[in-house]
C-alpha cells in the first residue's frame, strides 16, 4: 500500500461545505454554548446565591439565545432541502441504501488503516450529526415550550398566560414572569404537571447532547489524525484536501 506522500499528485482541494453551513454551524456553536453555560446557572442558581430577579435575568438571557439557536436551526433545516450536495438531507442522513455496507466497510477500514475518503460526511459522521440534529431539534422544541411557561414568551407564552390565570383579563393584565401572584391556583398547578415531562425531557436530552458534541468533537479529531483531509480546517475555509471521491462516496 503506498503512503500518502507517494501519492501526493492525487490529492487536491475540493470545495465541501458551502459558506451558509459554515455560518450555521459557528453560529450554533457560540449558541450551544451560551446556552449551556446559562443554563447550568439557571439550574444551580441556589448554590451560586443568584437571587429571585437575576434568576428571571438568567432565564430571559436564556431564552433570547435559544432564539437565536432556533431561527439558525430552523435556517438549516430549510437548507437541507435546498443547498448544495453535501448539505443537503441525502448528504446527512444515512438512509440511502448503500449505506449499511458504506458503514460497514469504513469501520473495517479504521481497523486497518484504508478508510475510504468523502467529500462530505463519512457514515458514523451521519449516524453521528443525525443524532446531533434529533438532540438540536428537542432543545428547541421543548425549549420554546419552557419560554412560555416560565416568562410567559412567544410562541407559546400568551396561550399559557391565559391558561394560568384561567382567563381573567384583570389577572392576565397584571402577571408577571416568575411570579404566582396573579394566577389562578387550579390553573397553574395544572400548567405545572403538564410543564414537567417536558421539563424533563429539556434537561435530559441537553446531558445527552453535551455527551454526544463530546464525541463528535473526538471523532472530528480522530479522523483529521487519521485521514489528514483538513477536516477541522474545512469547517472555516469549506475545503477538504483529499483524493477524488467516487460518486458512492460523495
Known amino acids: 500500500m503506498r503512503s500518502r506522500a507517494e501519492n501526493t499528485n492525487t490529492f487536491k482541494a475540493h470545495i465541501v461545505w458551502d459558506r451558509t453551513t459554515r455560518i450555521f ?17 439557571i439550574l444551580n442558581s441556589k448554590a451560586f446565591g443568584v437571587s429571585g430577579d437575576g434568576k428571571i435575568l438568567l432565564k430571559t438571557l436564556h431564552t433570547f439565545a435559544g ?20 448539505a443537503r438531507w441525502r448528504g446527512i442522513l444515512p438512509f440511502r441504501k448503500s449505506f449499511t455496507s458504506e458503514l ?14 468523502y467529500l462530505g460526511h463519512n457514515p458514523l459522521g451521519r449516524l453521528m450529526v ?5 438532540l438540536l431539534l428537542s432543545q428547541a422544541v421543548t425549549g420554546l415550550v419552557l419560554a412560555g411557561t416560565d416568562l410567559y414568551k412567544p ?29 389562578d391556583p387550579d390553573a397553574y398547578a395544572s400548567m405545572r404537571d403538564a410543564r414537567k415531562p417536558i421539563a424533563i425531557t429539556h434537561l435530559y436530552a441537553f446531558y445527552l447532547l453535551m455527551i454526544a458534541v463530546f464525541f463528535h468533537i473526538a471523532g472530528v479529531v480522530t ?10 480546517s474545512a469547517m472555516v475555509s469549506g475545503q477538504k484536501v483529499l483524493e477524488e471521491p467516487s460518486r458512492e462516496q460523495s
Open 104 to 117: 460497514r466497510t469504513y469501520v473495517k477500514g479504521i481497523r486497518t488503516g484504508t478508510t475510504p475518503h
Open 155 to 183: 410562541p407559546f407564552g400568551g396561550a399559557i398566560a391565559e391558561w394560568v390565570t384561567a382567563g381573567d383579563p384583570d389577572k392576565l393584565a397584571s402577571l408577571q414572569p416568575g411570579s404566582e401572584e396573579f394566577v
Open 25 to 41: 454551524h459557528w453560529i450554533n456553536v457560540l449558541c450551544v454554548i451560551a446556552l449551556a453555560v446559562l443554563g447550568l446557572a
Open 67 to 86: 432564539y437565536v439557536f432556533v431561527a439558525n436551526l430552523a435556517w438549516r433545516i430549510a437548507w437541507a432541502f435546498f443547498g448544495t450536495q453535501t
Open 223 to 232: 479522523a483529521e489524525i487519521r485521514e489528514k483531509s483538513g477536516l477541522i
Open 130 to 134: 443525525s443524532f446531533l440534529l434529533l
